[in-house]
């Protein structure tokens, strides 16, 4: 069942740094991560962090609630950090309080924020949910150049920041 789809899935997150979850619309993608997978790192982190040990697990981030208005790629991906990190405060308040140098200033380039979260020694699980939102903005040229710039952001992700997790979705 479900919880046996999200136990697989968290282990295979902790062995391997990038995932991509794919399946058909309403399949139920978005409910596995967020109802499942997301809380479940959460609670792991918190068991660590609770008994004294270095977590394995890094500060996880939902980013989702893709606003776009007109706005850059890298935009639109920060917002959602900003968002994700916010989200913490309840859940993760160790993370959250890491992280609050990150959320500062509004127009902050996402791989800055990203390199807060590094200064403060965090390793992330960023779990992208939804990403077929961002990768349909546009039309034509506009649309492919979209893309590029998302597959360039994730590549970025993988290859310079090697600490961190990605879970796309």
Do not use: M, Y
């Not at 792991?44 to 697990?57: H, Y």
């Amino acid at each position: 069942g479900r919880g046996e789809d999200v136990g697989k899935l968290i282990h295979r997150l902790l062995r391997e740094r990038l995932i991509v979850l794919t399946g058909p619309s309403a399949a139920g993608k978005t409910s596995l991560l967020r109802a499942g997978v997301v809380p479940g790192l959460r609670d792991l982190r918190s068991e660590d962090l609770a008994s004294g040990k270095q977590s394995i697990v890094g500060a996880t981030l939902l980013l989702r609630d893709w606003v776009v208005g007109g706005r850059s790629i890298d935009e639109i991906v920060s917002a959602a950090f900003v968002s994700a990190v916010r989200q913490l405060k309840e859940t993760d308040p160790v993370s959250f309080g890491c992280l609050a140098a990150a959320i500062a200033g509004e127009s902050t380039p996402f791989f800055e924020r990203v390199r807060s979260a590094e200064a403060e020694g965090l390793n992330l699980i960023l779990v992208f949910d939804q990403l077929e939102e961002i990768l349909r903005l546009g039309k034509g040229q506009e649309r492919e150049r979209n893309v590029g710039e998302v597959a360039d952001l994730i590549g970025s992700l993988f290859q310079k920041h090697p600490k961190h997790r990605l879970l796309l979705s």
